[in-house]
């Protein structure tokens, strides 16, 4: 199972608005369409400046990549399962060591992004210690959630 | 049979081959005419030997004062950014544009954008400050190529049709 972070920006999706549990939407699917499964976790960022840049809850992958005819690019079903009562933002996520070199800290401006297993661990574990729902690990294996 | 005069001016030409060896050069020059003039002048040195202390200290200011702004100037080499980047850019442009171009719309749009953001934000700690300008360069060459402005934005998020 594969762990993802799709971002939008505030001015297309205002995640503070539109993320709502329970709720399920399309999004661009850009890159890593082949590793995108069903049940696959997906983390939502929004992007912005540091006071609102960051992890606004997840969710899980509910269809593989398609292409729909109308549509510019591929796109992917989610549901949404948690919100954050407080986004988890960037400026915080940037001092764990072990996600300092995230992708999406680098390269802020691409859509889907791919996490390893220890990065998709370590994110899980300081979003609990943040005392909001992270999704469920199962144990301390990073790929099974 | 060599001359021994001309070996050695031979010699000394070759040493200078930096800006560095210049200076060490010029130091020796300034501090060998002080010498003499303290030989000559040996009633009143002081002054003289004053000035061969501050032709020494002004060297060593002069020295690590380059070798902390701008190091690239003592060995005499040219900014690795400004040299490289340009042509560093448009070969990964030339190598990258057919695949890429393969990709189509946004995703040709976004593939570009993150390529030129990965490099643009290349900034470790400790990172070699040249290396991070090199990379700056090349992606602010690369953007220019792919004609990225404004253009990326728009796959960010839900797909609204």
């Known amino acids: ?145 | 049979m060599s001359d021994p005069i001309k070996d050695s001016r031979i010699g000394l030409i070759r040493a200078v081959s930096s800006p560095l060896g210049f200076l060490v050069l010029a130091f020796l020059a300034v501090e060998g005419l002080l010498t003499i003039l303290v030989v000559r002048k040996a009633s009143n040195p002081d002054p003289l030997l004053w000035a061969m202390l501050g032709a020494l200290l002004s060297l060593v200011v002069v020295v690590v004062a380059l070798a902390i702004l701008r190091p690239e100037a003592l060995s005499g080499s040219r900014p690795l950014s400004a040299h490289y980047a340009v042509l560093f850019s448009d070969d990964l442009t030339m190598a990258l544009e057919g695949p890429f171009a393969n990709l189509g719309g946004v995703d040709q749009d976004e593939a570009w954008v993150t390529l030129a953001s990965v490099l643009q934000e290349t900034d470790g700690t400790g990172m070699d400050r040249e290396y991070v300008k090199f990379c700056k360069a090349v992606s602010e060459r690369l953007k220019k190529r792919a004609d990225l402005k404004g253009r990326w934005r728009k796959a960010q998020g839900t797909i609204k049709v």
Do not use: H
Not at chain 1, 33 to 46: A, G, S
Not at chain 1, 61 to 87: C, H, I, M, Q
Not at chain 1, 89 to 111: C, F, S, Y
């Open chain 1, 1 to 145: 199972m594969n762990v993802f972070i799709f971002q939008s920006v505030p001015d297309r999706n205002d995640l503070r608005r539109e993320l709502l549990a329970g709720e399920s939407d399309t999004w661009y699917a850009t890159r890593y369409r082949n590793e995108m499964k069903p049940n696959d976790l997906v983390y939502f960022w929004m992007g912005g400046d540091e006071n609102i840049r960051g992890l606004y809850g997840w969710g899980t992958l509910e269809s593989e990549a398609y292409l729909e005819k109308e549509w510019d690019s591929y796109g992917v079903d989610v549901n949404y399962k948690v919100r954050f009562t407080k986004p988890i933002l960037a400026k915080d996520i940037k001092r764990r060591p072990k996600l300092e070199n995230l992708l999406i800290l680098r390269a802020p401006q691409a859509t889907n992004f791919l996490l390893t297993p220890e990065q998709a661990a370590d994110l899980a574990q300081f979003i609990q210690s943040m005392n909001e729902q992270a999704p469920n690990l199962g144990g301390q294996n990073e790929r099974s959630y």
